[in-house]
T-cell receptor, first 114, second 114 residues
Framework: AQSVTQLDSHVSVSEGTPVLLRCNYSSSYSPSLFWYVQHPNKGLQLLLKYTSAATLVKGINGFEAEFKKSETSFHLTKPSAHMSDAAEYFCVVSEGSGTYKYIFGTGTRLKVLA | NAGVTQTPKFQVLKTGQSMTLQCAQDMNHNSMYWYRQDPGMGLRLIYYSASEGTTDKGEVPNGYNVSRLNKREFSLRLESAAPSQTSVYFC?????????????FGPGTRLTVT
C-alpha cells in the first residue's frame, strides 16, 4: 500500500534563507510523486512532479525536489525564500498505470519571516 | 481558459438539508475527482469519474452521491447534510488516469453544516 509522510507540520524560515520541506513515501511500485502548493483560501497548484525520469526535478518559482529511492524521500527545496512562498505545501504519491488515486500528505505550512 | 471552476464558493446548510456542488472543466479532460479537505488531514478522495459515464467510490464516499453530467461537468450531492460534512470541497480533473498525469484543482467550496 502506498502512503506519504510529511515530517514537519510547520516550518518557519527567514526571507532569503533556504527552504527544506521533507517528504517520505511508501510504495510497492515505482511511484509518481508531486508537490502542490496551496495559498490561503485558494486551490492547489502543481509545483513539480517526478515520473521516473530525472531524479532531480525542477519546478516553478525556483523550487526543486530530489527523488531518492534508497531513502524513500522526495524533499522540496528552494535556495532563497520569498515572502510570497508562505503557503501550505502538500506531497502526493500515486502509483500504477491504471490508478486514479492520489495519496496526499497532511501538509506543511511554511511561514516566511521578514 | 478558466481551468476548473466550482460553484458556490461558500455555503451554509442546516443539518438535514440537501445541496449540489457544481464543477466544470474546460480542458477536455477525461477524468474528474471530488475531494474534501479537513484540518490536519490533507485531501481525501470522495468519488472520481474515470471517463464520461462512469463513477467510482474513493476513500470517503458515505453521505455523498455524484453525477458525471457530460465530459465537462461533475457534480457532488449531499442528500441530508450532517455537521461532519463541514469541510472544504475541491474538484479536480486530469487528462486521464495513470500516476503520471497531474490533476488540476478548482478554487474550492467552503461548506458549513450547522
Amino acid at each position: 500500500a502506498q502512503s506519504v509522510t510529511q515530517l514537519d507540520s510547520h516550518v518557519s524560515v527567514s526571507e532569503g534563507t533556504p527552504v527544506l520541506l521533507r517528504c517520505n513515501y511508501s510504495s510497492s511500485y515505482s511511484p509518481s510523486l508531486f508537490w502542490y502548493v496551496q495559498h490561503p483560501n485558494k486551490g492547489l497548484q502543481l509545483l513539480l512532479k517526478y515520473t521516473s525520469a530525472a531524479t532531480l526535478v525542477k519546478g516553478i518559482n525556483g523550487f526543486e525536489a530530489e527523488f531518492k529511492k534508497s531513502e524513500t524521500s522526495f524533499h522540496l527545496t528552494k535556495p532563497s525564500a520569498h515572502m510570497s512562498d508562505a503557503a501550505e505545501y502538500f506531497c502526493v504519491v500515486s502509483e500504477g498505470s491504471g490508478t486514479y488515486k492520489y495519496i496526499f500528505g497532511t501538509g506543511t505550512r511554511l511561514k516566511v519571516l521578514a | 481558459n478558466a481551468g476548473v471552476t466550482q460553484t458556490p464558493k461558500f455555503q451554509v446548510l442546516k443539518t438535514g438539508q440537501s445541496m449540489t456542488l457544481q464543477c466544470a472543466q474546460d480542458m477536455n479532460h477525461n477524468s474528474m475527482y471530488w475531494y474534501r479537505q479537513d484540518p490536519g488531514m490533507g485531501l481525501r478522495l470522495i468519488y472520481y469519474s474515470a471517463s464520461e459515464g462512469t463513477t467510482d467510490k474513493g476513500e470517503v464516499p458515505n453521505g455523498y452521491n455524484v453525477s458525471r453530467l457530460n465530459k465537462r461537468e461533475f457534480s457532488l450531492r449531499l442528500e441530508s447534510a450532517a455537521p461532519s460534512q463541514t469541510s472544504v470541497y475541491f474538484c479536480a480533473s486530469s487528462d486521464r488516469g495513470g500516476s503520471s498525469y497531474e490533476q488540476y484543482f478548482g478554487p474550492g467550496t467552503r461548506l458549513t453544516v450547522t
